[in-house]
């Protein structure tokens, strides 16, 4: 007898999980999703970062350096040539995020510079690139954010 009681309570435990199921997807359905746009600025400032070597054959870094952005861009970073990271000081940056990192290839963006960010001129930052061979290269670079 409890066999078929447990039982019972197993199937109405499920039908209750599957009534709840199907009412989520069916009110999913209906609800309109805005699209996304595939850059969600028209000004990105593009920030192009390329491994070269110097004169000694040692890889460095080349980039735009200082980038300067108004208050309505944001920054899109690349690299195509290896796994790239930036990383601003968590006190000392002008956006929400403080690290941005991206595969090789790919980009990162920095979103519009945060309105309460702290009040400095310039913001510094550390650039690491990590090339397919497995080099770490670094270089330090600057953001300036003006108000117009």
């Given at each position: 007898?409890?066999?078929?009681?447990?039982l019972?309570?197993?199937?109405?435990?499920?039908?209750?999980?599957?009534?709840f199921?199907?009412?989520?997807?069916?009110?999913?359905?209906?609800?309109?999703?805005?699209?996304?746009?595939?850059?969600?600025?028209?000004?990105?400032?593009?920030?192009?970062?390329?491994?070269?070597?110097?004169?000694?054959?040692?890889?460095?870094?080349?980039?735009?350096?200082?980038?300067?952005?108004?208050?309505?861009?944001?920054?899109?970073?690349?690299?195509?040539?290896?796994?790239?990271?930036?990383?601003?000081?968590?006190?000392?940056?002008?956006?929400v995020?403080?690290?941005?990192?991206?595969?090789?290839?790919?980009?990162?963006?920095?979103?519009?510079?945060?309105?309460?960010?702290?009040?400095?001129?310039?913001?510094?930052?550390?650039?690491?690139?990590?090339?397919s061979?497995?080099?770490?290269?670094?270089?330090?670079?600057?953001?300036?954010?003006?108000?117009?």
């Amino acid at each position: 007898m409890t066999f078929y009681l447990i039982l019972l309570l197993i199937l109405l435990i499920g039908a209750s999980v599957l009534a709840f199921v199907y009412y989520y997807l069916s009110r999913r359905k209906n609800m309109e999703i805005p699209k996304q746009p595939d850059q969600p600025y028209d000004n990105n400032f593009i920030a192009r970062i390329t491994v070269a070597k110097d004169s000694q054959g040692r890889p460095i870094l080349k980039f735009p350096n200082p980038i300067t952005i108004n208050p309505n861009q944001q920054i899109e970073w690349r690299s195509p040539d290896g796994q790239l990271e930036i990383r601003f000081s968590p006190r000392a940056t002008p956006f929400v995020g403080a690290s941005f990192a991206t595969g090789k290839g790919g980009a990162s963006f920095s979103g519009k510079p945060f309105e309460k960010r702290p009040p400095l001129t310039s913001y510094p930052y550390t650039i690491f690139v990590t090339t397919s061979l497995g080099y770490l290269v670094t270089a330090q670079a600057e953001v300036r954010v003006t108000d117009k």
